[in-house]
Nanobody, 117 residues
């Protein structure tokens, strides 16, 4: 079965960095687009960063562009989110999600990121 397992979250001070990882299994990873989405307390789901199957197509939402970098390793079935210069407004549960065609499919269970002094 499809599994997406996020890790790497935690508590960090403003201006700090974290690297999130997502381990995928149960499907042919290289055939699927991947993205990171997040949900802050009391708010809806927000997409953060997306990457194409081969890794050469990348997009970030405006609020994280220049601070976050998404990458993937198809040999390891992993997707990453390097987050630098973190801000309190980045506090959220972060999920990785796979996509195929024009649809986004399953998400993982999430990893909590808290940015606070």
């Amino acid at each position: 079965q499809v599994q997406l397992v996020e890790s790497g979250g935690g508590l960090v001070q403003p201006g700090g960095s974290l690297r999130l990882s997502c381990a995928a299994s149960g499907f042919v990873f290289r055939n699927f687009r991947m993205r990171w989405v997040r949900q802050a307390p009391g708010k809806g789901l927000e997409w953060v960063s997306a990457i194409s199957t081969g890794g050469n197509g990348i997009n970030h939402t405006d609020s994280v562009r220049g601070r976050f970098t998404i990458s993937r390793d198809n040999a390891k079935s992993m997707v990453y989110l390097q987050m630098n210069n973190l801000k309190p407004e980045d506090t959220a549960e972060y999920f990785c999600q796979r996509g195929y065609g024009n649809r986004w499919l399953e998400r993982g269970q999430g990893t909590q990121v808290t940015v606070s002094s």
